[in-house]
């Protein structure tokens, strides 16, 4: 019996090939390539047939895949994480607002309620617009979200809480009622030089405006150069891990070139735990 874990994998390559995010040209250019690169036509391509990615005449804008990719990415996740319950109990919701940049959405959720009377402040003071810019700015792609608990369910096992302590944390709903970010995930079709930059300022501002523990960040990509995914994977600090929509066919692709730089990066990539697979994002939530 084959595992839910692969199959929602399975699913998630069906939904992006169905919609034709993921395409071949009819001259065999896969639509996450880099027309301009031989190294990267030639990796994509390896990945497209490997999915078996449909041909068709003209591939979608890169907004429309950029967008349908996050969907993807959502409906993933959506299908999956809830049913690791085992490693991660709580009360979960997965939610896209990357097509709501008109609504400061972050602000919505614990840690980072304070941000939305920081956002008014900044629109009423321009002096004040003038010293922090757009520092305090974050807009998320997916949040993966927890929803504080009643003191029934805290105490359900045990009398563990009551009115005389815990009055601050935010998991009870007796102090707080907003869903607590637990996750970031972060979604780019592919990455260009500023793309890469964009995700790593996006990363360090989660960081520095919370007030609380620090969300996981994730960037899922499905970009096929290594040298660009090390653009965004390489070092530490500020992203958690990225992940790569296909990463057992990234390998294969990679290692079946002639270009020992690309094949070098890649295996560094991975053997130093910074490039993972789709399918690990998942697990690593439950962390």
Not at 23 to 43: G, H, M, R
Not at 96 to 106: A, F
Not at 134 to 157: A, C, F, H, Q, T
Request: net charge negative; charged share 25%; aromatic share 4%.
């Amino acid at each position: 019996m084959t595992a839910a874990l692969t199959e929602a994998r399975k699913k998630f390559h069906q939904d992006l090939i169905e919609r034709h995010t993921l395409s071949l040209s009819p001259s065999d250019v896969a639509s996450n390539a880099d027309s301009s690169q031989k190294t990267s036509v030639s990796i994509a391509f390896s990945i497209a047939k490997d999915l078996s990615a449909q041909v068709i005449s003209e591939k979608l804008k890169g907004q429309s895949a950029g967008k349908q990719f996050e969907e993807s990415v959502e409906v993933f996740l959506k299908d999956i994480f809830p049913l690791f319950s085992t490693l991660r109990p709580g009360n979960w919701s997965i939610e896209n607002v990357g097509g709501s940049r008109s609504e400061y959405q972050i602000s919505k959720y614990e840690p980072y309620t304070h941000l939305a009377s920081l956002a008014e402040a900044i629109e009423s003071d321009r002096n004040l617009a003038s010293v922090l810019g757009n520092s305090y700015e974050i807009s998320p792609d997916i949040l993966v979200l927890r929803k504080p608990e009643p003191d029934e369910v805290i105490n359900r096992d045990g009398n563990l809480v009551d009115s005389n302590a815990g009055r601050h944390a935010v998991i009870r709903t007796v102090n707080q009622g907003q869903p607590i970010v637990h996750a970031i995930v972060s979604c780019k079709w592919t990455l260009r030089s500023d793309r890469a930059q964009n995700a790593r300022s996006e990363a360090l501002n989660v960081i520095r405006n919370r007030k609380g523990r620090t969300p996981h960040i994730a960037v899922v990509t499905g970009e096929p150069s290594p040298s660009r995914l090390a653009s965004l994977a390489l070092g530490t600090g500020d992203i958690d891990t990225v992940y790569h929509f296909a990463l057992p066919e990234l390998v294969k692709a990679v290692d079946g070139t002639s270009n020992d730089e690309a094949i070098n990066m890649l295996h560094t990539l991975i053997d130093g735990k910074r490039l993972r697979d789709i399918s690990d994002l998942p697990l690593d939530l439950a962390i």
